[in-house]
């Protein structure tokens, strides 16, 4: 499987981006994936997951109520929608994948160790 992450950018606070992250050489249907962030000097932080279906999300609290995950599995991709943008959100933004069949995400999905394949990354910086 690889992961190519895009989107990213330079933002003003208040601002909104939407990342992309597209998968290809998926061998199998089911794959939990998930965002995670670093920022410089920091440890890479849990963002968003989502489970195959879609039908399951969970969100770090730094952000819930102004990100969204989403999956589109006919395309491959998933998307984290950012809103409300603020400096604290500067970061480098990777997306991961994770052979699952869980449909509803438990919280080791909020763990970088569970997940088998990472994209690339994209800068994302919010300006004040």
């Known amino acids: 499987v690889q992961l190519q992450a895009s989107g990213g950018g330079l933002v003003q606070a208040g601002g909104s981006l939407r990342l992309s992250c597209a998968a290809s050489?998926?061998?199998?249907?089911?794959?939990?994936d998930g965002w995670f962030r670093q920022a410089p000097g920091k440890e890479r932080d849990f963002v968003a997951a989502?489970?195959?279906?879609?039908?399951?999300?969970d969100y770090a609290d730094s952000v819930k109520g102004r990100f969204t995950i989403s999956r589109d599995n006919a395309e491959n991709t998933v998307y984290l929608q950012m809103n409300s943008l603020e400096p604290e959100d500067t970061a480098v933004y990777y997306c991961?994948?994770?052979?699952?069949?869980?449909?509803?995400?438990?919280?080791?999905?909020?763990?970088?160790?569970?997940?088998?394949?990472w994209g690339q990354g994209t800068l994302v910086t919010v300006s004040s």
């Open positions: 991961a994948a994770a052979i699952s069949t869980d449909s509803v995400l438990s919280r080791r999905y909020r763990e970088g160790s569970s997940y088998t394949y």
């Open positions: 050489r998926r061998t199998f249907r089911w794959y939990a």
């Open positions: 989502i489970s195959w279906s879609g039908g399951s999300t």
